[in-house]
């Protein structure tokens, strides 16, 4: 919220998720007050009724694709933004009660795991706690509560879950992919966006003319003559009936560069609705932004606009 920084957070919880890792990532969420929340829809409610200020939830997993929940909560309601992207490497500690810390891995019959947690760990898992059973969990902070409370020999979470509950960690690292990463968003109610970087990310939600063929292609062809990178196309469904879907774009760009300024206005005249979701800082992790071609820079466009001004004002040059 640029102006009036945030002081009431909330995260998908339980505590000693993911979710509560990212956020404390925040420098301004080290001073604030952090609140868990159950469910992703949970999180934006409460900044929706504002009761917090700004919420973080997860948008998209390397490994997993995109969290549908978010998507569609971000598509409908009232309107929330995204001020900042945080990005969080994904490392699963598999941990036991303190008491079971000398059991041998081929003594474990349970483990808990979030369905996610379990689908990235799963090689780890048969080959190295080969006689036990994977049970699914709400989270990986549920995870590590039943380990903690005996329900499971073992759970797979994450580090902060772990030492939040006390568990003594058997083994780190356990994820099949050693790069899986999460990307996580820290949403607030609509408000001027942060001042742009020049490494910039807007997220747009784009609902089609179904009715006219080559609609997705206009779409993408406005945003390419510009030279505005597509960095992430997604579909989710209306609801409305088959056939019916809303696209999630991440462009290169902030609404207040003069190219981005002109795509947006042109996918407001040719789609049937264009839902705007924030400009942001990109996170580090991407690498530099791509250089524009040559022409599609602010100060081709600038100077291509008061060429056009002079034009208008008679003159030739």
């Not at 549908?68 to 009660?97: K, N």
């Amino acid at each position: 919220m640029p102006g009036v920084p945030p002081t009431r957070f909330v995260y998908l919880g339980p505590e000693g998720t993911f979710s509560e890792q990212a956020l404390k990532m925040i420098p301004a969420a080290a001073r604030g007050v952090l609140t868990a929340a159950r469910s992703v829809p949970e999180c934006l409610e409460a900044v929706r009724g504002g009761d917090a200020d700004a919420a973080l939830v997860p948008l998209e997993n390397s490994i997993g694709g995109q969290v549908g929940v978010t998507l569609d909560e971000l598509a409908g309601g009232d309107p929330l933004v995204i001020t900042r992207e945080v990005i969080l490497p994904v490392q699963f500690v598999l941990a036991t009660r303190p008491g079971d810390a000398d059991r041998p891995l081929s003594a474990i019959r349970s483990v808990a795991a979030h369905p996610q947690a379990g689908a990235q760990c799963r090689r780890w898992l048969f080959e190295h706690v080969p006689g036990a059973t994977v049970l699914d969990v709400l989270s990986n902070a549920t995870a590590a509560i039943g380990a903690a409370e005996g329900e499971f020999d073992a759970a797979v979470c994450a580090q902060i879950g772990a030492e939040r509950y006390g568990l003594h960690v058997l083994a780190k690292d356990i994820a099949d992919n050693p790069d899986a990463m999460t990307r996580f968003a820290l949403v607030s109610r609509p408000g001027p966006p942060p001042t742009p970087t020049g490494d910039d990310l807007t997220t747009l939600a784009v609902y089609i003319a179904h009715d006219r063929v080559g609609a997705l292609l206009a779409v993408l062809t406005e945003l390419s003559v510009r030279g505005i990178n597509l960095t992430r196309i997604e579909s989710r469904p209306t609801g409305e009936r088959l056939g019916r879907y809303v696209f999630f774009l991440d462009c290169g760009g902030h609404v207040a560069d003069l190219q981005m300024g002109e795509a947006l206005q042109a996918l407001r005249r040719i789609c049937a609705d264009v839902r705007f979701l924030g400009s942001y800082p990109r996170a580090a992790h991407d690498g530099p932004p791509p250089h524009p071609a040559p022409g599609l820079s602010d100060a081709d466009f600038a100077d291509a606009a008061a060429w056009l001004s002079r034009l208008r004002q008679g003159e030739t040059s």
